[in-house]
């Protein structure tokens, strides 16, 4: 008793059975009482059912103490109900983890009651991840009985299969463009994957880099991404199609690479990049319900045309040159119409937003501008314009659409302007962006 006060969170827990019925003491009691003295326990609890709760009895009055419970199945027969057995022995892990027995410290013994209690525990002790599982096997007899005095108890863990079932939900995540959560569910460094077996303890630690990569992409954050260093090739064939490749390292590089606002060319071949990736990002928004963000990010793909397109041209539109023609004959408009003028900085330059963009671009006869003005005009697709609106920005509730399909009409009107901007070359590098969705990946459908 001093070793069971010494050690008050361990507990071991034990179906019991009727064993051979002309021989409790040898067939049951005895191999019970064997696995109770196999360790250090400050709680053990029998689970029998009401046919073998005597039996039960019969141990604990052999054993003695308070520290030893019975904890019968509620009715008769659920020793074949194998839900009815679950129910029954997940409350009883349940309270001893309530009670400050932690699960590392828990040992379950499935060795005696019918196959459907043992079953039963076994997935019980799973679901509460305990690390250790008991049976008792010895030699047989002629009816395939363990012989009386040549029990032997093996221990065993469930963690290979816990394990390979949680890399599973990691990839069903990684599938739905849930980063976080499949990086939530894996082990941060060695020290927190004690648990996990030699293998698969591996394998997580190695997805972990790859993983981080596809979540800072998917955040926009391109710096942290283009500095994430992840092995080559996957290292296990189920996350093959999941694995980032050389195109898509290379595209987060180049929106990472910082460039000068005075490069017009650079900014307006940069720009190009973020806008393709930005429509890319918002699609998946738009696949997960998002809409919200979703409609942020469509302004800003449609702002960002208005500013390569002035790019092209030497312009910039948050630094103006007051003198330009095509800008002193527009701010000659707004002032006869009477509409909002330029920005003014405290250097004297000029700054235009989106409208104004456009309307500098028509301006400059832009074949684009035209479009970029009446995209508000369709009334089939969401208002650009109620982005201002929105709870994320000036206004008090959700300006997006209830359902997808007109926001996925929007975007397929941003991604024709940025077709016609870029031809073949736009093409080919929304393709990349879009690989950020990993669920569209050769391989990789759910």
Same mark, same amino acid.
């Given at each position: 008793?001093?070793?069971?006060?010494?050690?008050?969170?361990?507990?071991?827990?034990?179906?019991?059975?009727?064993?051979?019925?002309?021989?409790?003491?040898?067939?049951?009691?005895?191999?019970?009482?064997?696995?109770?003295?196999?360790?250090?326990?400050?709680?053990?609890?029998?689970?029998?059912?009401?046919?073998?709760?005597?039996?039960?009895?019969?141990?604990?009055?052999?054993?003695?103490?308070?520290?030893?419970?019975?904890?019968?199945?509620?009715?008769?027969?659920?020793?074949?109900?194998?839900?009815?057995?679950?129910?029954?022995?997940?409350?009883?892990?349940?309270?001893?983890?309530?009670?400050?027995?932690?699960?590392?410290?828990?040992?379950?013994?499935?060795?005696?009651?019918?196959?459907?209690?043992?079953?039963?525990?076994?997935?019980?002790?799973?679901?509460?991840?305990?690390?250790?599982?008991?049976?008792?096997?010895?030699?047989?007899?002629?009816?395939?009985?363990?012989?009386?005095?040549?029990?032997?108890?093996?221990?065993?863990?469930?963690?290979?299969?816990?394990?390979?079932?949680?890399?599973?939900?990691?990839?069903?995540?990684?599938?739905?463009?849930?980063?976080?959560?499949?990086?939530?569910?894996?082990?941060?460094?060695?020290?927190?994957?004690?648990?996990?077996?030699?293998?698969?303890?591996?394998?997580?630690?190695?997805?972990?880099?790859?993983?981080?990569?596809?979540?800072?992409?998917?955040?926009?954050?391109?710096?942290?991404?283009?500095?994430?260093?992840?092995?080559?090739?996957?290292?296990?064939?189920?996350?093959?199609?999941?694995?980032?490749?050389?195109?898509?390292?290379?595209?987060?590089?180049?929106?990472?690479?910082?460039?000068?606002? !005075?490069?017009? /060319?650079?900014?307006? &071949?940069? #720009? +190009?990049? $973020?806008?393709?990736? *930005?429509? =890319?990002?918002?699609? @998946?928004?738009?696949?997960?319900?998002?809409?919200?963000?979703?409609?942020?990010?469509?302004?800003?793909?449609?702002?960002?045309?208005?500013?390569?397109?002035?790019?092209?041209?030497?312009?910039?539109?948050?630094?103006?040159?007051?003198?330009?023609?095509?800008?002193?004959?527009?701010?000659?408009?707004?002032?006869?119409?009477?509409?909002?003028?330029?920005?003014?900085?405290?250097?004297?330059?000029?700054?235009?937003?989106?409208?104004?963009?456009?309307?500098?671009?028509?301006?400059?006869?832009?074949?684009?501008?035209?479009?970029?003005?009446?995209?508000?005009?369709?009334?089939?697709?969401?208002?650009?314009?109620?982005?201002?609106?929105?709870?994320?920005?000036?206004?008090?509730? !959700?300006?997006? /659409?209830?359902?997808? &399909?007109? #926001? +996925?009409? $929007?975007?397929?009107? *941003?991604? =024709?302007?940025?077709? @016609?901007?870029?031809?073949?070359?736009?093409?080919?590098?929304?393709?990349?962006?879009?690989?950020?969705?990993?669920?569209?990946?050769?391989?990789?459908?759910?």
């Amino acid at each position: 008793m001093n070793q069971r006060t010494l050690n008050r969170s361990r507990a071991l827990v034990l179906t019991v059975g009727t064993g051979d019925l002309a021989r409790p003491e040898e067939s049951l009691l005895a191999p019970l009482r064997k696995s109770i003295a196999e360790g250090e326990w400050s709680r053990a609890v029998l689970l029998p059912s009401q046919v073998t709760e005597q039996f039960a009895a019969q141990l604990k009055a052999q054993v003695g103490g308070d520290w030893l419970e019975i904890r019968p199945l509620p009715a008769a027969g659920q020793e074949d109900d194998a839900d009815a057995c679950f129910a029954h022995f997940n409350r009883v892990i349940a309270r001893l983890r309530e009670g400050g027995v932690p699960a590392t410290a828990t040992v379950v013994d499935f060795t005696r009651g019918t196959k459907a209690m043992s079953a039963a525990l076994v997935l019980a002790a799973i679901r509460h991840d305990l690390p250790t599982l008991r049976y008792i096997t010895g030699e047989r007899d002629g009816r395939g009985m363990v012989i009386a005095g040549t029990e032997r108890i093996f221990e065993t863990s469930p963690a290979i299969a816990t394990a390979q079932k949680t890399l599973d939900l990691a990839r069903s995540l990684t599938l739905r463009g849930n980063f976080a959560g499949a990086l939530a569910l894996l082990p941060v460094n060695d020290n927190a994957a004690t648990g996990w077996p030699g293998e698969l303890r591996r394998l997580a630690l190695d997805l972990r880099p790859a993983l981080d990569f596809h979540a800072a992409w998917d955040r926009l954050d391109y710096g942290s991404a283009a500095n994430v260093r992840f092995g080559e090739e996957a290292p296990a064939a189920d996350w093959q199609a999941l694995w980032p490749a050389t195109a898509m390292t290379e595209w987060v590089a180049g929106l990472a690479t910082p460039v000068a606002a !005075a490069d017009h /060319p650079a900014m307006a &071949a940069r #720009l +190009r990049l $973020l806008a393709l990736d *930005l429509l =890319a990002n918002g699609e @998946r928004r738009i696949r997960d319900r998002h809409y919200e963000d979703a409609m942020l990010r469509a302004y800003r793909v449609l702002e960002l045309i208005g500013q390569f397109r002035l790019f092209d041209r030497g312009l910039n539109s948050a630094c103006l040159p007051a003198d330009h023609p095509a800008v002193q004959q527009l701010s000659e408009k707004l002032a006869k119409k009477g509409s909002s003028a330029f920005g003014v900085r405290p250097d004297g330059r000029l700054t235009a937003a989106r409208e104004h963009v456009a309307r500098l671009l028509r301006q400059l006869d832009d074949p684009l501008a035209a479009d970029l003005l009446s995209i508000d005009n369709d009334p089939t697709i969401p208002r650009i314009s109620a982005r201002n609106h929105s709870v994320l920005i000036h206004g008090f509730q !959700a300006v997006g /659409p209830g359902d997808d &399909a007109p #926001l +996925r009409a $929007l975007y397929q009107k *941003l991604e =024709a302007l940025l077709l @016609r901007d870029a031809g073949d070359a736009a093409k080919t590098a929304l393709m990349t962006a879009r690989q950020a969705d990993v669920s569209i990946r050769p391989g990789s459908a759910l």
